[in-house]
């Protein structure tokens, strides 16, 4: 499985860099831009440099190997280069190493380049965009390394984008009710699932055998019972370690912008490469192929566990990771693209892991300290690989979710709410045949049908059956225990009545109304690959008090931070946050995520605010808030809050 392993380590190459492009530009060259007006609409862009810094920057106008070494990319189609790029500098013409002698030019030294735009309706008053270049060295080569900048157009139209409300006092509101922190609380949750991942993992055919080999060595061999337990203990406490260390870098990430982690979770082709992955790791399920770690990897570090007595257990809670990865490694990429598309950064990553960790580890000390535990153990069997396969149809379900994520964000219309259920459906029926072994692969014989496997038989076939009114165009339709999983009501096959419409992305809309018709404005900070925001609007807002108030009272509009339709050139400026950081805001996910975290403190959604028409915060905000009468409540104060301001005021 060479091809397949390549595979994998390119993936994981591709995500990191990908994962690096988020944060930062390359800082190879350091260049300086200018502009120049020509006429009302073309303008002349400078690019200029001192040099690559022992480097050697690859001349524009070159494709090699059908690459181009220089590009100059712009959001908005609106902005389009005219003609080549022209430099000068000293130039150096050398046959490539990399390219089989082919002769290129090169730049050593101060280079500069210009490169003519021309920009179809308003001209923005600062113009941003991406200048990707080429460098190298020997055999060194980075193509499409990418300079973002942000240059001012002489007579463009300067942006009546706002972001930061001065009036929005969110720590000091009319009525301090509310969440104390926009935190979000579900950290528990996912600790705990990734608890029962872990426990799950315990019974694949990759980790369920060693069990008792493991306790077995520690009880037997080392000398006597007190020291068997302590290195048991510490055996479990080394896994729970390994595997919450794997979320470290992504608190790099978050540290560096806290909005990163939710940028990266709705990425259209983050989410593709997830579904692409889960379609790999189920066919791996199915028995097709098997995915591992390199066997040579695994045999370096076992030799390790003889040192010591700490190092010696470590090396071995490091081998069983790398050994169990096959069956482990979807369990963690679910936990890993659960974590990402939650919303919760970097904390919830590292209590999924921490809690996956914990289920893998807490076994093997349990056993040790308990060894006649070992007798109740069913033994391996054929049913180990009856839990595999099932685990496959389950990431087959994963793998859809992804796509969902994709296709809400791209509102393709590929997957609509009735669609995903039918697909979940079938996979439902194929969990519920395989197990009566209607299904069978072929490494599969046929099932002994116990009671613990017509249980499972009973369970899959429940759930699938609670999918099926899914599908309809009636009440029943809703799914509750499963809302926020599949698309919304709204993104239906059918005309779905939907009692409370917000205002789409339009917050000067939502003022303008809120102060004709004397209502608070509720603003509803969510996203379309948003699970809690769904389970919100299917369970919370249908409330019938809930949704009397948010429907007769209040001014509602959605924020979507996750859209990723373009904004005006016009509009897309550089801003300052209230940190000193600069940010480009390019979409209109940009600018409402920032819109949120310059006022209302917090990334993470849903988050629920009530402002007054004159833009004051009225109440504390609310996150994900699964009671319907706490919700309400919430809204009732931030009612009486508005009233007790316009009292206020009359009384001036």
Known sequence: MRPLLRFFLALGILLSVGLNAFSQDSAAVQWQVTSKKISDKEYELKFVTNGPNGWQLYAP??????????????????????????????????????????????????????????????????????????????????????????????????????????????????????????????????????????????????????????????????????????????YGLCIFAIYAFLSTPFHLLDTTDPEILNNISTNVWLNLTFFVVFIVFALSFFGFYEIGLPSSFANKVDEKSGIGDFAGIFFMALTLAIVSFSCTGPILGSLLAGALTNNGGAWQLTAGMSGFGLGLALPFALFALFPHWLQSLPKSGGWLTSVKVVLGFLELAMAIKFLSNADLVKQWGLLKREVFIAIWIGIGIAIVLYLLGIIRFAHDSKPKMTKTRWAFVV???????????????????????????????????????????????????????????????????????????????????????????????????????????????????????????????????????TFQSENFNAVSQPQYAIISPDEKALTKTKAYTPSPSAFREWLEKGLEAYKKANSGVSKR
């Open 61 to 234: 106008n070159q494709v090699l190997s059908e690459v181009a070494t220089t590009e100059l990319q712009f959001s908005d189609s609106a902005i389009q280069s005219t003609g080549a790029f022209k430099d000068s500098g000293a130039v150096k013409t050398e046959k490539s190493i990399i390219f089989e002698g082919t002769q290129v030019k090169v730049y050593e030294g101060a280079t500069a380049w210009t490169q003519r735009v021309h920009i179809t309706g308003d001209v923005p008053a600062t113009l941003q965009g991406v200048l990707s270049y080429t460098y190298g060295k020997n055999d060194e080569f980075y193509p499409a390394t990418p300079f973002s900048f942000s240059v001012p157009l002489e007579g463009g139209v300067s942006a009546s984008t706002r972001i930061k409300i001065n009036t929005i006092d969110i720590k000091n509101p009319v009525t301090p009710y509310g969440d104390d922190e926009a935190a979000d609380k579900s950290l528990w949750a996912i600790f705990l699932l990734g608890f029962v991942g872990g426990l799950i993992a315990l019974v694949t055919p990759c980790v369920f055998p060693l069990i008792p080999l493991t306790v077995s060595f520690f009880t037997k061999r080392s000398g006597t019972r007190k020291k068997g337990i302590r290195n048991a203990l510490g």
């Open 459 to 593: 369970l899959f076939g429940a759930a699938t059956l609670y999918l099926i009114p899914g599908v309809t165009n009636t009440k029943a339709a809703n799914l509750s225990l499963i809302s926020g999983f599949p698309p919304p009501l709204s993104y239906s096959l059918y005309e779905r009545k939907i009692a409370i419409k917000p205002i789409h992305n339009d917050y000067e809309g939502a003022l303008e109304l809120a102060r004709k018709q004397g209502k608070p404005v509720l603003i509803d900070f969510t996203g379309w690959a948003c699970v809690n925001c769904r389970r919100m609007e299917e369970n919370v807002w249908i409330d019938p008090e809930v949704e009397q108030l948010m429907k007769n009272e209040f001014v509602v509009v959605s924020l979507y931070v996750d859209e990723r339709q373009k904004l005006p050139a016009a509009q897309q400026i550089e801003y300052t946050t209230k940190s000193g950081d600069k940010k480009p805001i390019i979409t209109v996910g940009d600018k409402w995520a």
